[in-house]
């Protein structure tokens, strides 16, 4: 079973930077997908950024040039650094891992930026 624990969020200002973390535990072979979506009040939950297992990366647009998606295939983690972050990055974001075709969510943290 594969299980996820989730560390970081919290309130920042406008232009400054936040990084969150996953650990994920209950697998001994290397995940296929791990990344951040996240959700803001009202709106439906969005890809933020994947990392494949060779390496790959994949953005959403809004958030290019700003957020960094990084992850240790050693101890299973997977770290979102975000900079530049506006107010409209305000949401519950979430650790997300694909594995053997299933996918798994993490309880999410609260990132909210204040202008």
């Known amino acids: 079973q594969v299980q996820m624990v989730e560390s970081g969020g919290g309130l920042v200002q406008a232009g400054g930077s936040l990084r969150l973390s996953c650990a994920v535990s209950g697998t001994a072979v290397r995940i296929n997908v791990m990344g951040w979506y996240r959700q803001a009040p009202g709106n439906q939950r969005e890809l933020v950024a994947t990392?494949?297992?060779?390496?790959?990366?994949n953005y959403a647009d809004s958030v290019k040039g700003r957020f960094t998606i990084s992850r240790d295939n050693a101890r299973n983690t997977v770290r979102l650094q975000m900079t530049s972050l506006k107010p409209d990055d305000t949401a519950v974001y979430y650790c997300?891992?694909?594995?053997?075709?299933?996918?798994?969510w993490g309880q999410g943290l609260q990132v909210t930026v204040s202008s």
């Open positions: 990392a494949m297992s060779g390496g790959e990366t």
């Open positions: 997300y891992v694909k594995h053997n075709g299933l996918k798994y």
